[in-house]
């Protein structure tokens, strides 16, 4: 029965459809796909019909995991310039998917089952010059998994910055001492004038207000694999961004990313003067998008298959700003039992605003099975995994430098960890 379901995804996953459109090319009801797709063990599950699955054993596997020659992801995302990632304007669909797949050969070491040596010796340069604790660790748990070490510094206070040092200078300085550096600043472009003082790959942990990458590039990751449960495919799909948009960098990169597949929709919930920057809704909408920018969740949550929360940045506001934000903003168990459907995946880049009556994604949502936000951290690691991987050019040596993780490690990794979690 399993491979009925992987059959049937494959084949969307290969003809590129969307679950209606897959139907429809079937000359089946959508009832009827649904229930093909359901586990074995569900009630609703029928069996495909046989000439079905004759005409689909015909289809050629999804490409197999390991990336082209060493190099290429790299030469191909960086259009042959220097090894950075500084916006996701540097990919196309099928070049962070190939990223994508790099990551997914990194679940096993991220699982804990695995370990490689291949980034041995290597020492990243973590520079986080803005409050951080998922990205900064995250960066530097990828970076030891793949075998390095990390040396970091934190805040300005603790840094020559401090002193009156120029973003040039400290890259120099820093390109004696690492392999890879990662950033993070309170100004947008601040990444990007780092990376002109230096030849070493360049990731931007978010700057400022502008974007934060490989936040979208694990966002998009977690939306695939939650989709691949659920049956559905990014092409077509409706995307509720809700909070502070305008200052949010995490849904800036994100709208970006999403925007190289087809026909989705975008709902945009935020308050006035907390939208989306205009030209970033420009540019979804020229990519062939429907946006629609709406004031309230029920406007917004109504069929969306993902909901992607955000945290009002209160850090980049003055004080009238910050007063003009209405308290219905709140997504709790009632909100997504009234507006949601049982399919929609919760997501939040986090950190989420955990006080109590807080404007943000509630944690009374914590058992709910839909919410998908510590799976959505945890992808982090084999994102940056790969992301090192690839900017270092070792994606094609992990395969060969494995073996079994010695140490004992929980099956489940948090009390609140859906049944669906795949973590073995
Ligand atoms: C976000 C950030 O720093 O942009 N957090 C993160 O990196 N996961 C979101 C935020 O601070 O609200």
């Given at each position: 029965?399993?491979?009925?379901?992987?059959?049937?995804?494959?084949a969307?996953?290969?003809?590129?459809?969307?679950?209606d459109?897959?139907?429809?090319?079937?000359?089946?009801?959508?009832?009827?796909?649904?229930?093909?797709?359901?586990?074995?063990?569900s009630?609703?599950?029928?069996?495909?019909?046989?000439?079905?699955?004759?005409?689909?054993?015909?289809?050629?596997e999804?490409?197999?995991?390991?990336?082209?020659?060493?190099?290429?992801?790299?030469?191909?995302?960086t259009?042959?310039?220097?090894?950075?990632?500084?916006?996701?304007?540097q990919?196309?669909?099928?070049?962070?998917e190939?990223?994508?797949?790099?990551?997914?050969?990194m679940?096993p070491?991220?699982?804990?089952?695995?370990?490689?040596?291949?980034?041995?010796?290597?020492?990243?340069?973590?520079?986080?010059?803005?409050?951080?604790?998922?990205?900064?660790?995250?960066?530097?748990?990828?970076?030891?998994?793949?075998?390095?070490?990390?040396?970091?510094?934190?805040?300005?206070?603790?840094?020559?910055?401090?002193?009156?040092?120029?973003?040039?200078?400290?890259?120099?300085v820093?390109?004696?001492?690492?392999?890879?550096?990662?950033?993070?600043?309170?100004?947008?472009?601040?990444?990007?004038?780092?990376?002109?003082?230096?030849?070493?790959p360049?990731?931007?942990?978010?700057?400022?207000?502008?974007?934060?990458?490989?936040?979208?590039?694990?966002?998009?990751?977690?939306?695939?694999?939650?989709?691949?449960?659920?049956g559905?495919s990014?092409?077509?799909?409706?995307?509720?961004?809700?909070?502070?948009?305008r200052?949010?960098?995490?849904?800036?990169?994100?709208?970006?990313?999403?925007?190289?597949?087809?026909?989705?929709?975008?709902?945009?919930?935020?308050?006035?003067?907390?939208?989306?920057?205009?030209?970033?809704?420009?540019?979804?909408?020229?990519?062939?998008?429907?946006?629609e920018?709406?004031?309230?969740?029920?406007?917004?949550?109504?069929?969306?298959?993902?909901?992607?929360?955000?945290?009002?940045?209160?850090?980049?506001?003055s004080g009238?700003?910050?007063?003009?934000?209405?308290?219905?903003?709140?997504?709790?168990?009632?909100?997504?039992?009234?507006?949601c459907?049982?399919?929609?995946?919760v997501?939040?880049?986090?950190?989420?605003?955990?006080?109590?009556?807080?404007?943000?994604?509630?944690?009374?949502?914590?058992?709910?099975?839909?919410?998908?936000?510590?799976?959505?951290?945890?992808?982090?690691?084999?994102?940056?995994?790969a992301?090192?991987?690839?900017?270092?050019?070792?994606?094609?040596?992990?395969?060969?430098?494995?073996?079994?993780?010695?140490?004992?490690?929980?099956?489940?990794?948090?009390?609140?960890?859906?049944?669906?979690?795949?973590?073995?």
């Open positions: 029965m399993e491979d009925q379901q992987a059959t049937l995804r494959n969307m996953t290969r003809l590129d459809l969307t679950r459109s897959f139907a429809d090319r079937l000359g089946v009801s959508r009832r009827a796909l649904d229930s093909w797709l359901l586990p074995a063990t009630g609703e599950h029928r069996r495909m019909p046989g000439v079905v699955a004759k005409l689909l054993a015909g289809l050629p999804a490409p197999p995991v390991a990336a082209g020659a060493p190099g290429e992801l790299r030469a191909r995302f259009k042959r310039g220097k090894p950075h990632l500084l916006s996701v304007a990919f196309d669909r099928e070049t962070v190939a990223l994508l797949r790099v990551a997914e050969a679940e070491i991220a699982r804990r089952r695995k370990v490689t040596r291949v980034l041995e010796g290597a020492v990243l340069g973590n520079l986080f010059f803005e409050p951080s604790t998922r990205t900064r660790v995250s960066f530097g748990a990828a970076f030891c998994r793949l075998g390095g070490s990390v040396c970091d510094t934190t805040g300005f206070t603790f840094s020559s910055m401090v002193k009156g040092e120029s973003i040039a200078d400290t890259s120099r820093m390109s004696g001492y690492v392999d890879a550096i990662v950033v993070r600043h309170p100004e947008q472009g601040s990444v990007a004038e780092f990376a002109r003082h230096t030849h070493l360049v990731i931007n942990g978010g700057d400022g207000t502008g974007e934060h990458p490989t936040q979208a590039l694990l966002d998009l990751y977690t939306i695939r694999r939650e989709f691949e449960r659920l559905k990014v092409d077509g799909a409706r995307v509720a961004m809700v909070g502070d948009l200052h949010g960098r995490t849904v800036h990169s994100l709208i970006r990313l999403l925007s190289l597949y087809r026909g989705l929709t975008f709902r945009l919930v935020a308050p006035p003067s907390l939208e989306m920057p205009p030209a970033l809704v420009e540019a979804a909408a020229a990519a062939g998008h429907k946006v920018q709406v004031a309230t969740l029920a406007d917004g949550l109504r069929n969306a298959d993902v909901l992607y929360a955000t945290r009002i940045q209160k850090e980049r506001m009238e700003a910050l007063e003009a934000y209405p308290a219905d903003f709140r997504i709790d168990r009632r909100a997504l039992a009234t507006l459907s049982p399919d929609t995946v997501m939040h880049p986090l950190p989420r605003d955990g006080s109590a009556g807080a404007n943000d994604l509630s944690t009374d949502l914590d058992d709910d099975p839909r919410l998908a936000i510590f799976r959505q951290t945890d992808n982090g690691i084999p994102v940056r995994m992301v090192f991987a690839v900017l270092l050019g070792v994606e094609h040596l992990v395969g060969r430098d494995l073996r079994d993780a010695p140490w004992i490690s929980p099956a489940r990794l948090g009390p609140g960890d859906a049944p669906f979690h795949r973590l073995a």
